[in-house]
């Protein structure tokens, strides 16, 4: 089974899990600039790939499965078989703004984020006239050089924003990893799939 890892500190997570899980794969903890570590008796190969990147190797079956958080997964929309809540890397996705400021209904909304796909569904719900402006980090400087009046985006700790004088407006979504499965592979790998799959889920149900 080819498995994509996100790179950091949740990718980290997730492979303690999948080892606790009787996939491990000693070599993956070496200090190394590899990305490819391959077990062949407990039958898995790990790629380190970008968070963001996740989805697409396994949609387009580079990889068997993989753990993406649902941001990505609400954002690009794979076609993707989703089997678990993995329970980790939980966030939420919010619209944050400049503490003691309001949003003007009168005037179309600019609106900072890495996420424009979320964001347009959201407030087309409202039916609310918006302005997209894609960044791909930072997005917290946007409302505070008055580039944007609001951000749409991930708040973990909530520490971000405090340190930058942002407040919560709104929550849109909770977030937190999943597990993936390419349709094709979910078909022809069947057992090992859903076996890696229950001993993830009986991990992930223990306190
Ligand atoms: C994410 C997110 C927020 C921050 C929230 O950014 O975009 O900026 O984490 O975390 P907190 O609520 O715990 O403070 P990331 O660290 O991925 O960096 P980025 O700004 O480059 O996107």
Partial sequence: ????????????????????????????????????????????RYFWVKPSDVAIYVERAAA????????????????????????MGRCRMCVAGRKGTRESRDQTLRVATKFPNIAKRYYSAQSRDIDIIKLHGSIELAPLLGLSDVIVDIVETG???LE????????????????????????????????????VDLLCSKP
């Fill in 1 to 44: 089974m080819n498995v994509a890892l996100p790179k950091g500190r949740l990718g980290e997570q997730v492979y303690s899990l999948l080892e606790r899980a009787g996939y491990p794969c000693p070599s993956i903890r070496e200090e190394n600039r590899k990305l490819v570590f391959e077990n062949q008796s407990a039958g898995v």
């Fill in 64 to 87: 068997d499965i993989g753990i993406a958080g649902r941001d990505i997964l609400l954002e690009y929309r794979p076609e993707v078989y989703e089997l678990a809540d993995l329970g």
């Fill in 159 to 161: 520490k971000t924003l």
């Fill in 164 to 199: 930058n004088d942002l407040e919560i407006r709104n929550t849109i979504v909770p977030i937190s990893a999943r597990l993936i499965a390419n349709k094709v592979s979910y078909k022809f790998k069947h057992e090992e799939i859903t076996r890696l799959c229950q001993q």
